[in-house]
């Protein structure tokens, strides 16, 4: 089982960017696939950005696409969400994930959840 601490939430300003990571522990083959989502305060968990461990193909939510880049340094086992031009409404606890190479497609099929980082934001 994969452990994963995220890192790099905090408090900005609407503009702001900040960068989040997550470092994969614990095993010595990478996931197949990570992935970030966010949960807003009484709003269901929504899905982000999706990278693939080893070709680096990535997706993003329509919500985002313009604005976030997900990336993987695979020397570190970490995966990083680069977060640009911030608003309020991304305000949320941010998640990573990992799974198998079907997570990718089917970001429903992620199993291992880091503790979340929060990112608030302020207009």
């Known amino acids: 089982q994969v452990q994963l601490v995220e890192s790099g939430g905090g408090l900005a300003q609407a503009g702001d960017s900040l960068r989040l990571s997550c470092a994969a522990l614990?095993?010595?083959?990478?996931?197949?696939?990570m992935g970030w989502f966010r949960q807003a305060p009484g709003k269901e968990r929504e899905f982000v950005a999706a990278?693939?461990?080893?070709?680096?193909?990535?997706k993003y939510a329509d919500s985002v696409k313009d604005r976030f880049t997900i990336s993987r340094d695979n020397a570190k086992n970490t995966v990083y969400l680069q977060v640009n031009t911030l608003k309020p409404e991304d305000t949320a606890v941010y998640y990573c994930?990992?799974?198998?190479?079907?997570?990718?497609?089917?970001?429903?099929?992620?199993?291992?959840w880091g503790q979340g980082t929060q990112v608030t934001v302020s207009s």
């Open positions: 994930a990992a799974g198998d190479i079907r997570s990718y497609y089917n970001p429903n099929l992620f199993r291992s």
């Open positions: 614990g095993r010595t083959v990478s996931p197949d696939a």
């Open positions: 990278i693939t461990w080893g070709s680096g193909s990535t």
